[in-house]
């Protein structure tokens, strides 16, 4: 109850401080802008013609590239993809049969194998959870 009330005072000090503050006017900048400013006399000639100026060259890199796609390799690296080939067993003792997509050799697993970088993480009724690090792969049967 008392954080609303304190926001709603806060805000009306704020808004009365700047509504204040719109009001005070600086005896310097009031006679600053009354003054019209001195005429500069023109040393040019008819004939001349102000210089043109041109922005500076930038040095150094771009600031910004055109987006690529990364590399792809035309072969897949062993043990990096699968694919699900079968399952068996029970529930709490099933077991996988995976087929390495770069080598196409079949490896059967179970859940806390590692197969190449990859750990089984869960095999359900029709997938298997690989785990890397942070990244997930799931196969399932097609």
């Known amino acids: 109850m008392k954080l609303p009330l304190l926001l709603l005072a806060l805000a009306a000090l704020l808004s009365w401080a700047a509504f204040s503050l719109e009001k005070v006017e600086t005896p310097a900048i009031a006679t600053a802008q009354r003054r019209e400013p001195a005429a500069i006399p023109s040393t040019q000639t008819a ?17 910004f590239r055109p987006a690529e796609a990364p590399a792809t390799s035309d072969e897949n690296e062993t043990g990096q993809r699968f694919s699900l080939v079968g399952l068996a067993g029970a529930s709490g003792d099933r077991v996988a049969f995976l087929k390495d997509e770069a080598t196409t050799e ?30 997930r792969q799931n196969v399932c049967l097609s």
């Open 106 to 135: 079949v490896a059967r697993v179970r859940v806390g194998q590692i197969i190449g970088e990859w750990t089984v993480e869960e095999i359900d009724r029709n997938c298997a959870s690989l785990l890397r690090r942070r990244e």
């Open 47 to 63: 004939s001349e013609t102000p210089a043109q100026v041109s922005p500076p060259a930038m040095s150094g890199p771009p600031l």
